[in-house]
């Protein structure tokens, strides 16, 4: 199933090029993390993620993402290589059902469809219609892919740092306010700093028959980055549910620069409003002759992407002291020290991490190098103190 899977996507990218397109792989990487599981073996986690792009000029783009679903892409080749020694008497029937069991739980997926249309009717304006996931507010990942801005978001996020996803979801993660993910148009105007978006779509992270509609806006200057969002639902309660946020950040040129996250992913108006409901981040950063100081705190959030965290109250506070730079040829490390509290737990409510890392780019490929040290409670066995991290990310 999965070169089943494989073939539809390389056939569509050959449809696409016999009409002078072009496809490129803008990024790909590879994730590994290792850990002591409940059964008190050591294990390996990887996790993959390719994006593939087509382009068709300047009258329309269309791109494509491929992912593997998988929180550990070993349990999926392990269970695609037991297909190949079911016992004697399974049907055909009973092995292509095996395999859409599989590939409908695990393994290679198409995270994303669409297709853009530029200068809508003669007008700037584009139109985007979509299946799947398509952006990322208040990530600050789209200053440089709009604006051509340095990389100023911030580090903590995503399964290098919460491999073990939201309340034990491995299928999400914290990346941003809001991940857009259903059915629909987006619609934008480009400008050359400032980019307004609006969203109508059938949201996939409610469910078959409910909608959102979103407006956002980034906008971009040499000192300052600002992007703010708001955004609605129905039908999810009686008068449906609502949600904001804002990125801003702000570089002073000499000493530092400052990072902050804010918002409510998600807020009915029929229930009384908490502060566990904010997501709040807020990340001074400190730079001298030869490195850079990081404090950051982060604030969980009590619902995310449309589902209940399981992580009201839980609060995280790191201190990054790192050395050099990540450019080609270069190295650049340090340790972080994460004290984290989450009230939610039955044991370990707080934890104490320490976690030496390196970071380098060679020859177009970058490695992250990174090992946690559990420092306080001392895990039982001892070597469950070790969690290593190493991502491989390059770009074609």
């Known amino acids: 199933m999965p070169k089943k899977i494989a073939t539809i996507v390389l056939l569509a990218c050959a449809a696409f090029s016999s009409y002078g397109a072009d496809l490129s792989i803008p990024y790909l990487a590879l994730l590994t993390n290792g850990r002591l599981n409940a059964a008190g073996a050591y294990e390996l986690s990887t996790r993959v993620e390719i994006d593939m792009?087509?382009?068709?000029?300047?009258?329309?783009?269309?791109?494509f993402k491929l992912g593997f679903r998988s929180a550990a892409m070993e349990e999926y080749l392990s269970a695609s290589e037991s297909m190949t020694g079911l016992p004697a008497g399974y049907t055909a029937d009973d092995v292509a059902s095996l395999a859409s069991q599989l590939e409908a739980a695990?393994?290679?997926?198409?995270?994303?469809?669409?297709?853009?249309?530029n200068e809508l009717f003669g007008t700037p304006l584009e139109l985007a219609t979509f299946v799947g996931h398509l952006d990322t507010f208040c990530s600050g990942s789209d200053f440089t892919t709009l604006f051509g801005a340095g990389d100023f978001a911030t580090k903590f996020r995503g399964y290098m740092y919460y491999p073990d996803g939201i309340g034990g979801d491995t299928s999400r993660r914290y990346d941003g306010l809001l991940d857009i993910y259903g059915t629909g148009v987006r619609l934008s105007l480009p400008m050359d700093t400032i980019r307004p978006y609006l969203y109508a779509y059938q949201d996939s992270w409610l469910g078959a028959g409910r909608y959102s509609l979103d407006a956002r806006v980034l906008i971009d200057s040499e000192r300052v980055k600002f992007e703010a969002f708001a955004g609605a639902s129905a039908p999810v309660s009686d008068a449906g549910v609502y949600?904001?946020?804002l990125l801003f950040y702000f570089d002073t040129g000499a000493i530092g620069d400052f990072y902050a996250q804010i918002g409510v992913p998600r807020w009915d108006p029929t229930e009384a409003f908490r502060m566990d409901l904010v997501y709040f981040m807020f990340e001074p950063r400190v730079n001298f002759e030869t490195g850079e100081l990081v404090l950051s705190l982060f604030f969980h959030p009590a619902w995310y992407l449309q589902e209940e965290t399981d992580e009201s109250g839980a609060m995280e506070f790191r201190f990054d002291l790192g050395f050099g730079t990540i450019e080609e040829g270069k190295i650049r490390g340090g340790v972080e020290t994460e004290l984290a509290y989450n009230p939610n737990l039955s044991a370990d409510t707080l934890t104490v991490e320490t976690a030496p890392y390196m970071q380098t780019v060679k020859n177009g490929v970058r490695w992250d190098l990174r090992l946690a040290l559990r420092a306080f409670p001392f895990p039982d066995p001892w070597y469950g103190m070790f969690m290593p991290t190493v991502g491989v990310s390059t770009a074609f």
Do not use: C, M, N, Y
């Open 53 to 63: 792009l087509v382009e068709g000029g300047s009258k329309f783009d269309a791109w």
């Open 243 to 245: 949600r904001a946020g």
């Open 106 to 117: 695990t393994g290679l997926s198409l995270r994303t469809v669409a297709i853009q249309v």
